[in-house]
């Protein structure tokens, strides 16, 4: 079994930055893709970015020079470092994993998410 972990959420004001992480943990025997993804209230969840195993890295036109994802393959954890906050980037934010576990198995796994509020 696989588990991820967001954390780093929060209420800032516009203008202002967070941090999130997202850590998973369990039977993995490599990860490929990392990604983040959010919903807002009464939106449906959509992708902010994503990084490979490579490094190679895809945002959203709407967080382009704002946001910046990475990751540390040795800590199986992936960070999103959001800048310039607005208050339409108010959403519960949630990571995905694809992982191959030890069994070979290859699925994508969800964290539970972290709110992100953003005031005007």
């Known amino acids: 079994q696989v588990h991820l972990v967001e954390s780093g959420g929060g209420l800032v004001q516009a203008g202002g930055s967070l941090r999130l992480s997202c850590v998973a943990s369990g039977s993995i025997w490599s990860i490929n893709d990392m990604g983040w993804y959010r919903q807002g209230a009464g939106n449906s969840r959509e992708l902010v970015a994503d990084v490979l195993s490579s490094g190679s890295t895809h945002y959203d036109d709407s967080v382009k020079g704002r946001f910046t994802i990475s990751r540390d393959n040795a800590k199986n954890t992936v960070y999103l470092q959001m800048n310039s906050l607005k208050p339409e980037d108010t959403a519960v934010y949630y990571c995905?994993?694809?992982?191959?576990?030890?069994?070979?198995?290859?699925?994508?796994?969800w964290g539970p998410g972290t709110q992100v509020v953003v005031s005007s």
């Open positions: 995905k994993s694809q992982v191959l576990d030890y069994s070979g198995t290859r699925a994508d796994y």
